[in-house]
């Protein structure tokens, strides 16, 4: 099992940027697919973006495509969303998860990260 702990969230007005991290613990993340996930007041958990355990491959939801950027570092087991030019509709609770092998998806996830809350000011 792996320990996922999400940081960097915070409020920001729109059109602003934030850069959140997760870092894992008890395992390498060096074999796992890693994805962030969203959850807005209200409403469900849906995707934001996913990355291949060798970071060559990444996929974003269109709500968020050419504004964040997923990218991780193996050797400091850490995974990176990078947003920018912000919104305030991008206001949620911001999970990472990982799979350890296989496709990773909102029903397809070994390990949920506690989320850390970005809001967005209009």
């Known amino acids: 099992q792996v320990q996922l702990v999400e940081s960097g969230g915070g409020l920001v007005q729109a059109g602003g940027s934030l850069r959140l991290s997760c870092a894992a613990s008890?395992?390498?993340?060096?074999?796992?697919?890693m994805a962030w996930f969203r959850q807005a007041p209200g409403k469900g958990r849906e995707f934001v973006a996913r990355?291949?355990?060798?970071?060559?491959?990444?996929y974003y939801a269109d709500s968020v495509k050419g504004r964040f950027t997923i990218s991780r570092d193996n050797p400091k087991n850490t995974v990176y969303l990078q947003m920018d030019s912000l919104k305030p509709e991008d206001t949620a609770v911001y999970y990472c998860a990982a799979r350890e092998s296989g496709y990773i998806g909102l029903f397809q996830v070994d390990d949920w990260g506690k989320g850390t809350l970005v809001t967005v000011s209009s």
């Open positions: 990355i291949s355990w060798s970071g060559g491959s990444t």
């Open positions: 008890g395992r390498t993340l060096s074999s796992y697919a």
